[in-house]
Each structure stands twice: as structure tokens, then as C-alpha cells.
T-cell receptor, first 110, second 112 residues
């Protein structure tokens, strides 16, 4: 009964491809997030959704498009993947307090 | 822009010793949180301290907050090998939706 689950855990793909990462939370939280963690472990917010509405979009290239079909799911679609997109992407959720994180999706671009 | 800066970047100690990590930030905050990240895993919330609090305890963890100096410290007492992980501070500037800005983290290695 994982609280925040992401799939896939690993994603290896070629430059120029389009890929999606899925996230689901069973905590009943209203707010969900996507973070990017680079090779130096720096974690940066990308998007935040509250009750399916976008509330934060932190200067992320428009190749990245989040989609929230309901408040328990926040998926991330990435078009035209570039080498610099290689990172670990984390999904998280919260209900105004501490955030609960998934175990991450390691994206490697060849 | 990056908010928190942890110090030191890496810390190596023996089991049973105490570990202290510091965090500095730049803008006003609503609360400050500390998270742990084990290798290959997601972040796990440890403790939250509000801007009107000065000290908070949770088990072997003690967090202090000095808003005049814009700094916080995390003390882990009687460390164990299982405490080996990266530790991040994160500041939340909003009182509504939680929007965290993370520091670069301190990598803690506890040797048996």
C-alpha cells in the first residue's frame, strides 16, 4: 500500500523521443508536485497542482506537460527529449504540510 | 532560485556520535522542513518547524530555527549506521499551498 507511487522506476530512451511518467497517491491529498533532481542531487520544483488545477509552473520548457485527470493522479509527459533532461523525477503530494514523495523515476537519455 | 544552503556538504562520523547539519536561507518563511533521502529512494519528511518556533524535538532529532539569522540546524544524537543518507532542508514561504525550496543537502555517512 505505497502512498505515492511512480512508474516506471527507470526510463532509458533516445534523444527526440516522447515519454510519460505516471504518478498516483492514495493519501487523499489535494496537492501534487513534480520535482527534478539533477546529478548533484539538487531538487527543484517543476509543477504543482491543487485539486487538478495548475498552481505552480516554474519556468519549465513547454516540452514538459503535466496532466491531472483527478486529484489522485499527476502524470508528466515530455516531448522531444534532450540530453539535459536526464535526471531523477520525483512526484510528491501534500495536504498543506509535509510532502510525501515517491521513489523517483530515473530518466536516462542516450 | 535556490533558497537553502546546507553545511557541511558531507559529514563522516562513527556510530554513537552526534551529527549536526546547518541550513541557511534567504527570504522570509512560513516554516522550514528537514527531509532524509536514502540512496535510490524518495525523500522522507523528518520534522517541520514553524517560523514562530525556536526548537523542536522528535526522537533523536533536534531542530533549531533562528529567523533573525535565517538559519536552522538539525542535530541527530547517538547516530546509527542506518542514519546514513542525504539530509535536505526545505523552506516553505507560503501559508496556503505548500511550496518547498530545497537546499543542496548534506551527505551523512555513519560508520559502524
Amino acid at each position: 500500500d505505497t502512498a505515492v507511487s511512480q512508474t516506471p522506476k527507470y526510463l532509458v530512451t533516445q534523444m527526440g523521443n516522447d515519454k510519460s511518467i505516471k504518478c498516483e497517491q492514495n493519501l487523499g491529498h489535494d496537492t501534487m508536485y513534480w520535482y527534478k533532481q539533477d546529478s548533484k542531487k539538487f531538487l527543484k520544483i517543476m509543477f504543482s497542482y491543487n485539486n487538478k488545477e495548475l498552481i505552480i509552473n516554474e519556468t519549465v520548457p513547454n516540452r514538459f506537460s503535466p496532466k491531472s485527470p483527478d486529484k489522485a493522479h499527476l502524470n508528466l509527459h515530455i516531448n522531444s527529449l534532450e540530453l539535459g533532461d536526464s535526471a531523477v523525477y520525483f512526484c510528491a503530494s501534500s495536504q498543506g504540510g509535509p510532502q510525501h514523495f515517491g521513489d523517483g523515476t530515473r530518466l536516462s537519455i542516450l | 532560485s535556490q533558497q537553502g544552503e546546507e553545511d557541511p556538504q558531507a559529514l563522516s562520523i562513527q556510530e554513537g556520535e552526534n551529527a549536526t547539519m546547518n541550513c541557511s536561507y534567504k527570504t522570509s518563511i512560513n516554516n522550514l522542513q528537514w527531509y532524509r533521502q536514502n540512496s535510490g529512494r524518495g525523500l522522507v519528511h523528518l520534522i517541520l518547524i514553524r517560523s514562530n518556533e525556536r526548537e523542536k524535538h522528535s526522537g533523536r532529532l533536534r531542530v533549531t530555527l533562528d529567523t533573525s539569522k535565517k538559519s536552522s540546524s538539525l542535530l541527530i544524537t547517538a547516530s546509527r549506521a542506518a542514519d546514513t543518507a542525504s539530509y535536505f532542508c526545505a523552506t516553505d514561504a507560503n501559508s496556503g499551498y505548500s511550496t518547498l525550496t530545497f537546499g543542496k543537502g548534506t551527505m551523512l555517512l555513519v560508520s559502524p
